[in-house]
């Protein structure tokens, strides 16, 4: 990649795929972006653009890079597979790359004090992984032509889609009366059937008919 193509990159602005930053501050908060490209769509990490997309580049952009890759060596799991490069923008600063697949071993998470975390992209942010997402993480890799039987409670939650397009893990739950973990399985099921889409949230998922909302 040539500093014309950071440049292009930097200047369409943080989005699905593309997230800036300025150092690796915190590295522990960026892998969760690396993460989130991961299990989402891939993208582009920029070690050296300012907030507002200018390409000022980093001092010591290879302790940075050094930073960085340490952190996701020891706090992602399974092993992320990523490609990086470096440029200078002069003699003292440069520009890190990291390029991020969408990845075939995903749910990648973050290991930290005993405790599990996946994120996913949503816009420009990455955001927590609920069960749900999780769960459909996981088995729509291997889950293919998923077939689903419709019964008295699947007819009434596509009804209440009708009616008020989404509709919550709990809110299903309380329409259908079943308990959550019941409503969860369901509409994980429905969506690997391809009739929902979920749609991640910071708070509480929800999910529309497939080509809704």
Do not use: C
């Amino acid at each position: 990649m040539q500093l014309a193509d950071v440049k292009r990159l930097a200047g369409r602005g943080e989005g699905l795929t593309i997230e800036f930053k300025k150092k690796a501050a915190h590295p522990e908060k960026i892998v969760r972006e690396l993460i989130a490209m991961a299990n989402t769509a891939g993208g582009v990490l920029l070690v050296g653009v300012d907030d507002d997309g200018t390409v000022s580049g980093q001092k010591f952009i290879e302790d940075e890079v050094y930073v960085l890759e340490k952190a996701i060596e020891e706090l992602i799991f399974p092993p992320l597979n990523y490609t990086r490069e470096t440029l200078a923008i002069n003699e003292k600063k440069g520009v890190a790359i990291f390029e991020i697949p969408l990845s075939d071993a995903r749910p990648h998470f973050l290991k930290v004090d005993g405790m599990r975390k996946s994120y996913i992209r949503v816009k420009d942010r990455s955001v927590q992984a609920s069960k749900e997402v999780w769960e459909i993480l996981k088995k729509g890799k291997r889950e293919k032509d998923v077939i689903f039987t419709y019964g008295e409670k699947e007819e009434l939650l596509l009804k209440a889609l009708d009616e008020k397009e989404q509709i919550t893990v709990k809110e299903y739950a309380k329409l259908a009366r079943i308990p959550k973990f019941l409503a969860s399985r369901t509409l994980v099921r429905l969506v690997l059937a391809n009739v929902l889409a979920i749609h991640p949230q910071e708070a509480e998922d929800f999910f529309t008919l497939k080509g809704g909302v």
